[in-house]
């Protein structure tokens, strides 16, 4: 779930490998099958679409197309495991989030589900809240499905993999 690719271009430009991929090119990230079972990773970095805030892409995979919450919170945490599943033990997953109300659901707290489904796929949180404030940045061509106006900031929830005697401790 690469976004707009700003991740890839600040790993390309400080010479860090970076594997970037995203439903625009074919990649759904919420199939399990999509993983290799070889590749084990120190860091994912991860900004997935918000249920119906804003649509991203018009492919039916795309999270941000699932037609109820119940499904959009079912692929997202398949997501999440597969990320589990894909970290090296102490390895760090970075999920970049927010909350929104939404004009028929109400307020849809998607960082309280992110941490909910991170912490079932066995990961815990490693540090505080990044929080990251808009400052107004929007574009005049994106179309919210808010009631009113979007939400002002993000937030940043670093999880980790905890190594595989940790996971035994009660």
Same mark, same amino acid.
């Given at each position: 779930m690469?976004?707009?690719? %700003?991740c890839r271009?600040?790993?390309?430009? &400080?010479?860090?490998p970076?594997?970037?991929w995203?439903i625009?090119?074919g990649?759904?990230?919420c199939? $399990?099958a999509?993983f @290799? =079972?070889t590749?084990?990773?120190?860091f994912i /970095?991860?900004?997935?679409?918000y /249920?119906?805030?804003? &649509? #991203? =892409?018009?492919? $039916?995979?795309? *999270?941000s197309?699932? $037609?109820t919450?119940?499904?959009?919170?079912?692929? #997202?945490?398949q997501?999440l495991?597969?990320?589990a599943?894909a970290?090296?033990p102490?390895?760090k &997953? +970075?999920?970049l989030?927010?909350? #929104?109300?939404?004009?028929?659901?109400?307020?849809?707290? *998607?960082? #309280?589900?992110?941490?909910r &489904? =991170?912490? +079932?796929?066995g *990961?815990r949180?490693?540090?505080?809240?990044?929080?990251r404030?808009?400052?107004g +940045?929007s574009?005049s061509?994106? %179309?919210?499905? %808010?009631?009113?106006i979007?939400g002002l900031?993000d937030?940043?929830?670093?999880?980790?993999?905890?190594a595989a005697s940790?996971r @035994?401790r $009660?």
């Amino acid at each position: 779930m690469q976004g707009s690719g %700003t991740c890839r271009d600040v790993c390309n430009d &400080l010479d860090i490998p970076c594997l970037s991929w995203d439903i625009h090119q074919g990649f759904d990230a919420c199939n $399990p099958a999509e993983f @290799s =079972a070889t590749d084990a990773f120190d860091f994912i /970095w991860s900004h997935p679409p918000y /249920w119906r805030q804003k &649509l #991203y =892409a018009d492919d $039916p995979r795309d *999270l941000s197309r699932s $037609p109820t919450l119940e499904h959009f919170l079912r692929r #997202y945490g398949q997501f999440l495991r597969n990320c589990a599943r894909a970290l090296k033990p102490g390895g760090k &997953l +970075a999920v970049l989030m927010g909350d #929104y109300s939404d004009r028929e659901e109400g307020f849809v707290p *998607l960082v #309280y589900h992110t941490k909910r &489904l =991170a912490f +079932a796929a066995g *990961l815990r949180q490693c540090c505080t809240d990044i929080v990251r404030f808009s400052h107004g +940045a929007s574009g005049s061509k994106k %179309t919210y499905r %808010t009631s009113f106006i979007p939400g002002l900031h993000d937030t940043c929830v670093v999880f980790e993999r905890p190594a595989a005697s940790e996971r @035994s401790r $009660p």
